[in-house]
Each structure stands twice: as structure tokens, then as C-alpha cells.
């Protein structure tokens, strides 16, 4: 299986690379009919429940195809497994009505969903400061006004899960909700298209006076931080597996340019700073492995893996950063130009660095829970 999705994405997917990474109506085509040769071939939404349509594979097994799948950006949607946070999300955490109305058309790629937490002038590594709110009426309806950024793939979700302050204020530990709305809703609207070191992808939106119903609150009133808490452990887990996939293209390609490139004293390959590059990328790429997977496993055994996937969020985004760097500039100015997937390697890499909460934010959580360990009392190590 792993074999059949990596020759997918090598031979199909990536080779759409350029339409998809313009966006528009020709990405859109180009998806959709990769889309119909996944399904063809029977590598449909492998990792998503098969009572609702999917492969039914489970976390652990699919884990080890997502880091072939990841090898391009596109893979996932392509191959129909970008749902799965929403997918999980809602079929723990949703009431009846809404499982029933979105699992199956989110397996079935009918419709998407994107994932609306980071505000524009409130930090997103606090979201004790949310500023969105949403308020229940007399008849339960649910009202939510506020303004969110950096929603990957909001143009184009049909759904939308916003978190929103449902009772005290910003700065306040407890009140913090997620409810799940329907992007045709009136009040909500696409502000502005936010490219990414020149990428498409992020919106700002806003979302004024939007109505929902009662029941399409996500989890609880007041759970929003558990649910996401699960919700991020599992994305970024997920995340790592793709960032392997995508540095060891980058260091297939910069092995491949070293071994055919060359000069009057011989090919890159040759020369010892040029091996640095491969040795110090290889020795990234094999360090960082286990570590995402024992993070896997973790999460597949249901138990806390927040120290193992601080780890591996750091070292993976680090690591794609260092591979499709040493890609480069082995390359050299080919490696910035537009005929290799390197600049977009390296835009993965360091957005990686940021998204799903900065290297900082691990560090410091990941370090502190190891020294609660030496305190006082019996020593319990990392
Ligand atoms: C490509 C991309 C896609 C994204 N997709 C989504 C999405 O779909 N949905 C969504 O809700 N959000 C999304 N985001 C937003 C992302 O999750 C946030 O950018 C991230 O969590 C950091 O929040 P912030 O940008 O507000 O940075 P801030 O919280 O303002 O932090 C800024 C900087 O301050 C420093 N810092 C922060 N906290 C600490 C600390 N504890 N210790 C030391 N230094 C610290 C770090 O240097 C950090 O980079 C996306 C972002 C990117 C780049």
C-alpha cells in the first residue's frame, strides 16, 4: 500500500504540482479529477472510517503511508485523507444531527472544512485572549461575531470550526468554545486572501452576527481547549509524518544534483562540503523518524504523548528547514528558480517553524514538564 500511494504521488500528483499550487479553477479540475483516479485506484481517504466511506485504516497503520502521501502538499487532498482532524473531531465530539448532516460528505470529498482558532492582533500561542464571541439566544441558536486569520482553505470549505469565547473575558482561563458553521451562512465572509511567502491557502475572515444552530456547539460549552488540545496533538503528529515526506524529496533531489552536476574538477559529489550537506540532511531526516513515531504510537495507544509530540513538531519542522536549505544551495540558483519543488520545500519548512504553535511554545512546554520531574519528591525523567 505504501508503494502504490508513493508512486500515486510521485507520478500523479506531483507532476500537477504547478496547476495546483496556482489555485483557481484550474486547480480546482485538476483535483478533482486526481481525485477520481485515487478513488479508481483504491486509495480513496485510506485513513477515514469505512462505515462512512473511507479505507478504515487505523492511525497507526495509515502512518506509515502518510509520510509517501505528504510528499507533496497536495497529497492529502488529493488522496482524500485531508479531513481526517474534522473527521475525528466530529465523529467524538458532534451531536447526532451534525455527524449524521457532514461525516459522510466530508469523507466522500463532496464537501470541505477548514479550522478557524489564530485572530489577527491576539496571539495565537494564547488563546486564553480570544476575542471572537458567540452567544445563545432564547431559542438556543448560537450567535457569533469576530474576525479570524490564517484559516487554511476557508475560500473553498463549505464548513468552518470557529473558536469563540462563550462566557467571561479575554484573558480568562475557562469560557472558550468550538462551534462548527456552515460557510454559506449569512455574516460570514473571505476579508482577504493572505499568501504565504507568496503560496496561496490562508484567509482572514469575519464572521458578523452569524447564526448557528444549538446543536452545532463541538464537544461542550466551555471545552473548546480539550477538544483542540486532541485535535492539535493528532494534526501535528500528522503534520510531522508529511514534512518527512517532503525533506526526503529535498535531499532526493539535492543527492541526484550532486551525483550529475559538476565542474572541470569533477562532480559535486566529490567534493567534502558538498557530502556535509547530504550527511548532516540524512542524519536529520533519520533522527527525527523515530521521534515522530514514537509520537504516533503514543496517540494510537490513546495515551499522553504531549512531551513526544513537542519533540517531534520541533525537530521535524527544523529538519525540512535544514534538508530543503542544504537542497538549495546545492543546487544553487536553480534551487531558488522555478524549475524544482525546492522553494516550496523550503516555504513548508519554515512555515513549519510557526504554524500549529512556534518551536517556542513547545520548547518551553516540553522543558517544563520535564523538570516538574526533578522537583522535590521522586525524579520521574524525560
Ligand atoms: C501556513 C500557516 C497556516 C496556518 N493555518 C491555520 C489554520 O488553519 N487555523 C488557525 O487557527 N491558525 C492557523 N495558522 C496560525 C498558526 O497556528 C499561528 O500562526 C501560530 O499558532 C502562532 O500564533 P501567532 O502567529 O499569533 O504568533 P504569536 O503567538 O504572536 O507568537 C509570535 C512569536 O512570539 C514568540 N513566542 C510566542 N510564544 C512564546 C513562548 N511561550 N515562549 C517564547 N516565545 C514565544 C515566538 O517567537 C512566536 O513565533 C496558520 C499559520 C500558518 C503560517
Known amino acids: 500500500m505504501r508503494d502504490r500511494v508513493d508512486r500515486f504521488v510521485r507520478t500523479q500528483v506531483i507532476p500537477c504540482e504547478p496547476v495546483l499550487d496556482a489555485g483557481g479553477p484550474p486547480a480546482a479540475a485538476a483535483l478533482a479529477d486526481l481525485r477520481v483516479r485515487a478513488r479508481e485506484e483504491g486509495l480513496w481517504a485510506l485513513p477515514l472510517p469505512a462505515e462512512l466511506g473511507g479505507g478504515g485504516l487505523p492511525f497507526s497503520s495509515y502512518a506509515d503511508l502518510a509520510e509517501a502521501e505528504g510528499a507533496s502538499d497536495h497529497g492529502p487532498a488529493a488522496l482524500g485523507s485531508a479531513p481526517l482532524l474534522d473527521v475525528t473531531m466530529l465523529a467524538r465530539h458532534a451531536s447526532g444531527r451534525v455527524r449524521e448532516t457532514y461525516l459522510e460528505p466530508l469523507v466522500s470529498g463532496r464537501i470541505r472544512s477548514c479550522y478557524a482558532m489564530t485572530e489577527p492582533d491576539v496571539p495565537g500561542t494564547d488563546p486564553f485572549l480570544t476575542a471572537t464571541r458567540a452567544a445563545r439566544g432564547p431559542d438556543g441558536t448560537w450567535r457569533i ?35 462548527l458553521v456552515p460557510t454559506g451562512s449569512p455574516g460570514i465572509r473571505v476579508v482577504r486572501e493572505l499568501p504565504v511567502l507568496g503560496a496561496t491557502g490562508q484567509y482572514e475572515i469575519e464572521l458578523d452576527d452569524v447564526r448557528v444552530p444549538g446543536d452545532h456547539l463541538v464537544g461542550g460549552e466551555g471545552r473548546a481547549l480539550d477538544v483542540a488540545g486532541d485535535r492539535l496533538a493528532l494534526g501535528r503528529t500528522l503534520r510531522c509524518l508529511r514534512w518527512l515526506g517532503q525533506a526526503r524529496r529535498a535531499f532526493d533531489l539535492m543527492c541526484g544534483r550532486a551525483a550529475a552536476h559538476g565542474g572541470s574538477r569533477g562532480p559535486l559529489a566529490d567534493h567534502q562540503l558538498v557530502q556535509q550537506h547530504v550527511f548532516d540532511a540524512l542524519l536529520a531526516l533519520r533522527t527525527t523518524r523515530p521521534l515522530v513515531h514514537e509520537a504516533v504510537a503514543l496517540i494510537a495507544a490513546g495515551r499522553d504523548a504531549r512531551t513526544e509530540v513537542g519533540l517531534a513538531k520541533v525537530a521535524a519542522a527544523r529538519m525540512l528547514q535544514q534538508v530543503a536549505d542544504s537542497a538549495i544551495q546545492v543546487h544553487g540558483a536553480a534551487g531558488l528558480g522555478p524549475d524544482t519543488a525546492l522553494p516550496s520545500l523550503f516555504r513548508s519548512g519554515r512555515t513549519a517553524r510557526i504554524l500549529d504553535g512556534p518551536d517556542e511554545l513547545h520548547i518551553t512546554s516540553v522543558a517544563r514538564r520535564v523538570l516538574r520531574g526533578y522537583g522535590p519528591g521522586p525524579v520521574t525523567p524525560g
Do not use: Q, Y
Open 145 to 179: 461575531s469576530g474576525r479570524k486569520w490564517f484559516t487554511s482553505g476557508a475560500a473553498t470549505a463549505e464548513l468552518v470550526t470557529v473558536m469563540a469565547r462563550t462566557s467571561g473575558a479575554p484573558g480568562d482561563r475557562e469560557g472558550l468554545s468550538l462551534l
